[in-house]
């Protein structure tokens, strides 16, 4: 079964940085956009950080100057670079990739979260 498991989650205090990752586990033909979101306690899931397979990338306001998302595309991962993180960061983090398990075929592919508890 192909899916996305994301790694590096953690806790740290204000000012602190995180890198999450998320790695594809079973091999795909072709994985496009790549997504981060983030659930904070009591708040509605906000997309984070995207980027395209050419290395567009999308940031929320939020975040803009703080975070970085790349990719590998030969190892179908993306990453998460947090720095400056603050205590309005913490959340549960998780992505989101639009692939190909098989030519043909394309489903969104979500990974199981990881925290992210930022103290002040």
């Known amino acids: 079964q192909v899916q996305f498991v994301e790694f590096g989650g953690g806790s740290v205090q204000a000012g602190g940085s995180l890198r999450l990752s998320c790695v594809a586990s079973?091999?795909?033909?072709?994985?496009?956009?790549m997504h981060w979101y983030r659930q904070g306690p009591g708040k509605e899931r906000e997309l984070v950080a995207s980027?395209?397979?050419?290395?567009?990338?999308h940031y929320a306001d939020s975040v803009k100057g703080r975070f970085t998302i790349s990719r590998d595309n030969v190892e179908n991962t993306v990453y998460l670079q947090m720095d400056s993180l603050e205590p309005v960061d913490t959340a549960v983090y998780h992505c989101k990739a639009t692939a190909s398990p098989r030519f043909g075929t394309v489903s969104d592919y979500w990974g199981q979260g990881t925290q992210v508890t930022v103290s002040s």
């Open positions: 079973g091999s795909f033909y072709m994985v496009y956009d």
């Open positions: 980027i395209s397979r050419s290395g567009d990338t």
